[in-house]
């Protein structure tokens, strides 16, 4: 049984502040809202539709995604904490608008400590129906002044990412004649293609769906295509971006690696705590996943403001300088490149939190 008091967290940071548990029985609504941390400002997170095999199955998962949302949102720049919420069931069967509606009343009644947005299993129109009942939901369609698409920011921050890795290895951010290999060219990793074939890189792409591997290859024949991941980690490439699924750096792929630079769009690419010191011992700069795939909260956050595609992106540029900042300060530290930016994001959610110790009247 998952222990939410106790939950274990990343380096010294703080648990959870508050985990919520909503029912509705006439529309089969059960779920769960986890804020792990207000220090910077409300929390920020998709909502997951997934049929978990159990409730403590949802409660982890939204335990540890909670969590990473805060650490992301801080390096990110956002005055927003992390929170993320978890509704059990098969979003293609249980979905309704009662549904959708009586989970938008329950993070209406955080009263703005839990912002939400789109996750796996839910859309921008779902978003439209929770915002009927809430006014704390981003990710909305471009008709209700929405940002749309997520995914064009989040690829942009990732060429932003490995520009950074270029500058920190080779001394200059373009990828000109770099061999860079993308696993999964779905809605991040097919972007990913647009910006790297822009600046002069050769590409290699593998992807499950032959239907994407088309996609990119009607516009880019010149693209080449290996049979699967196992295959992309043994080519010689100079840049691995994983774009699919999480996992993607574990036992059996790093010690397999040719790249010298690891920066993909994937949440969770590291297997398990440890592999990122494994990839450090071999020389392999890796771009801390949820340093360069930011773009895509920083494009829905920007709605909590009036959405505008101009500022979102140029806060989105800014992450080559996190990224940069990042590996200074991992050589500085001497630790790897992801447990400089826990703590970094630590020591923003610390000093600008501990502000709210001023106190203001009103
Ligand atoms: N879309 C965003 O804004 C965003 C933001 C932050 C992080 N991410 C993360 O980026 C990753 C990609 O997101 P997306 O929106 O492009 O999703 P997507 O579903 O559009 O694309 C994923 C692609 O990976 C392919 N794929 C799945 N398993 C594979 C495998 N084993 N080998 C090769 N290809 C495989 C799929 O066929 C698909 O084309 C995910 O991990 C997601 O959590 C996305």
Not at 258 to 277: D, F, S, T
Request: include cysteine.
């Amino acid at each position: 049984m998952t222990n939410v008091f106790g939950s274990p967290h990343k380096g010294s940071g703080p648990s959870h502040e508050q985990v919520v548990f909503c029912q509705d029985e006439a529309s089969g609504l059960r779920a769960i809202i986890a804020i792990y941390s207000t220090a910077l400002g409300p929390s920020l997170g998709g909502t997951r539709f997934y049929p978990y095999g159990s409730e403590d199955e949802a409660l982890t998962d939204v335990l540890n995604l909670s969590r990473a949302m805060a650490y992301k949102n801080a390096l990110a720049g956002l005055d927003l904490g992390g929170g993320k919420a978890v509704i059990i069931g098969d979003p293609e069967l249980d979905k309704s608008e009662a549904l959708l509606r009586a989970y938008g009343r329950f993070v209406q009644s955080l009263n703005g400590r839990y912002y939400t947005a789109c996750d796996v299993g839910t859309y921008s129109e779902d978003m439209d129906v929770i915002a009927r009942e809430s006014t704390y939901v981003t990710g909305r369609t471009v008709a209700h002044g929405g940002a749309g698409d997520s995914s064009v920011l989040t690829a942009y921050g990732v060429f932003q990412g490995m520009r950074a890795a270029a500058q920190a290895l080779w001394g200059s951010p373009t990828l000109r004649g770099r061999r860079v290999g993308i696993e999964g060219v779905g809605k991040v990793g097919h972007r990913l293609v647009e910006h790297l074939r822009e600046d002069g890189a050769e590409v290699v792409i593998c992807d499950v769906s032959e239907a994407a591997v088309d996609r990119v290859r009607r516009l880019h024949p010149e693209v080449e295509v290996v049979a699967d991941g196992d295959a992309l980690v043994k080519t010689d490439l100079d840049v691995y971006s994983p774009c699919a699924l999480g996992g993607s750096l574990n036992d059996e792929t790093v010690p397999l690696l040719r790249a010298r630079i690891v920066c993909g769009g994937a949440n969770n690419q590291l297997a398990h705590p440890g592999v990122e010191k494994r990839l450090a011992d071999r020389g392999i700069l890796y771009a801390p996943d949820y340093v360069v795939n930011a773009g895509g909260v920083i494009q829905v956050a920007d709605e909590i403001e009036g959405f505008s595609f101009e500022r979102a992106k140029a806060k989105a540029t800014q992450i080559f300088d996190t990224t940069a900042r990042i590996f200074a300060l991992a050589a500085e530290e001497g630790v790897p490149p992801a447990v400089a930016a826990d703590r970094l994001a630590e020591r923003r959610m610390t000093a600008v939190g501990r502000l709210r110790g001023i106190f203001l009247n009103g």
